[in-house]
């Protein structure tokens, strides 16, 4: 499986962008996907992810702000993005975790968001 992440870019703050990311297999098979993000300095952390019986779960820091969504058809997931603020500044990744798709978990390759003050 491969994951190509997308829509990364420079917003100011109160913005919105939409990253997609798609899957080089079939996505209805795929128990979770998700999208996390590392900013300099910090560790990569959740942002959202969704399983394929369309459970949601966001971090507390996005909830209200972002939207995850899925289209099994396509084999992609989105992430849509509003009202960013300084602190979304991160690469954002979109992965796979162990038991989405098999024992193994894959990452995409990272889209960078900069959002201006």
């Known amino acids: 499986v491969q994951l190509q992440a997308s829509g990364g870019g420079l917003v100011q703050a109160g913005g919105s962008l939409r990253l997609s990311c798609a899957a080089s297999?079939?996505?209805?098979?795929?128990?979770?996907m998700g999208w996390y993000r590392q900013s300099p300095g910090k560790q990569r952390e959740l942002v959202a992810n969704i399983r394929s019986d369309g459970t949601l779960n966001y971090a507390a820091s996005v909830k209200g702000r972002f939207t995850i969504s899925r289209d099994n058809a396509k084999n992609m997931v989105y992430l849509q993005m509003n009202n960013l603020n300084p602190e979304d500044t991160a690469v954002y990744y979109c992965?796979?975790?162990?038991?989405?798709?098999?024992?193994?978990?894959?990452w995409g390759q990272g889209t960078q968001v900069t959002v201006s003050s």
């Open positions: 297999g079939s996505a209805s098979s795929i128990r979770v």
């Open positions: 992965r796979l975790p162990p038991g989405s798709l098999g024992p193994a978990e894959y």
